[in-house]
């Protein structure tokens, strides 16, 4: 672009009119892309976009507008994943976001409504409900994998449960024994390391044989695991292994099942960004009273009425 070029935008304030188109689109790329357009001055290139918008503004004037919010760019992910690598929760739950949206969106027209000129992007829309359901499924959030994501993790964590409450119930004899009151700082039990401690006073550390793990910073408490408590604290602690190691195997699953739909899935978002910035479009016209021109038979341009209710 020439600098006169730009210089003409800058005048005619095209910055401020997409800044004011991107805060209606949905997705962080549609924002983007709002802000990158230009005009072009190709007849056929504008009629197909004044189409398109007038096809947005009719669509929502019966059914308002399509969301686009979980619209996200997994491309790089999934190239990882394509490649053998694991995603991790959030970019999981990304990829099943975008699947979602592309599944909403897809729906957002019916097969018995007129055909528009949006349509083909619609119909290129290929929503998985399979996948999206079982990210979904397993993951609840970036830092928790689902109890049921498999049969083994649930069984895992069952066992952990029951581990920790007979820690929990041996420690508990330990802090409710007359013989051990005055060695406690508190009769409490606690986490260290990982692992179930009780807290003993400094001048009587050797009233409670056990393994120190930590130390307060006054020195003055010694966080004690108990040595009846040792062998049960390791066996909790191979179970926690055992659950990272199959949330690791989970999260692979899923992600080999991502990639298997990485080209599907990124042309799905590409459809999902361009409608975006094209409802956008639909939105700003509603908020501008706008609507497209038309020619006449005499080859001169004309304003037509709305066709929004409102405008």
């Not at 059914?63 to 996200?72: M, N, T």
């Not at 290929?126 to 498999?150: Q, R, T, V």
């Amino acid at each position: 672009m020439s600098e006169l070029y730009e210089k003409s935008l800058l005048k005619l304030e095209l910055d401020r009119v997409l800044e004011q188109l991107a805060e209606r689109a949905g997705s962080e790329l549609g924002k983007i892309a709002c802000r990158n357009l230009r005009p072009t001055s190709d007849l056929e290139d504008v009629q197909a976009l004044l189409d398109q918008t007038t096809a947005a503004c009719d669509l929502s004037t019966k059914k308002g507008y399509p969301h686009f919010y979980d619209a996200q760019d997994v491309s790089f992910a999934l190239e990882r994943a394509d490649m053998g690598g694991a995603l991790n929760p959030k970019e999981l739950l990304r990829i099943a976001g975008t699947l979602r949206c592309a599944r909403t969106v897809k729906g957002y027209t019916a097969e018995d409504e007129a055909a528009t000129v949006l349509d083909g992007m619609f119909l290129s829309l290929s929503p998985n409900k399979y996948l999206e359901d079982k990210i979904f499924g397993a993951i609840l959030s970036e830092e928790e994998i689902a109890d049921n994501a498999s049969p083994t993790l649930a069984d895992i964590r069952r066992h952990k449960k029951v581990q920790s409450a007979k820690i929990r119930d041996s420690l508990q004899k330990i802090i409710s024994s007359p013989a051990y009151a005055k060695s406690l700082r508190e009769p409490i039990i606690t986490i260290r390391d990982g692992r179930y401690v009780v807290p003993v006073k400094s001048e009587y550390r050797g009233e409670v044989p056990g393994l120190v793990h930590d130390v307060s910073s006054s020195g003055s408490t010694y966080f004690v695991e108990p040595m009846s408590a040792v062998n049960a604290n390791n066996a909790l602690r191979e179970l926690e292994l055992k659950e990272k190691k199959e949330i690791e195997r989970i999260l692979s699953e899923l992600s080999s099942e991502a990639a298997a739909y990485r080209e599907a899935i990124d042309l799905d978002f590409t459809m999902l960004v361009q409608l975006d910035v094209i409802f956008a479009k639909a939105k700003l016209a509603y908020r501008m009273r706008a609507w497209a021109p038309i020619m006449n038979d005499a080859g001169r341009v004309e304003l037509r009425k709305a066709r929004h209710p409102l405008l």
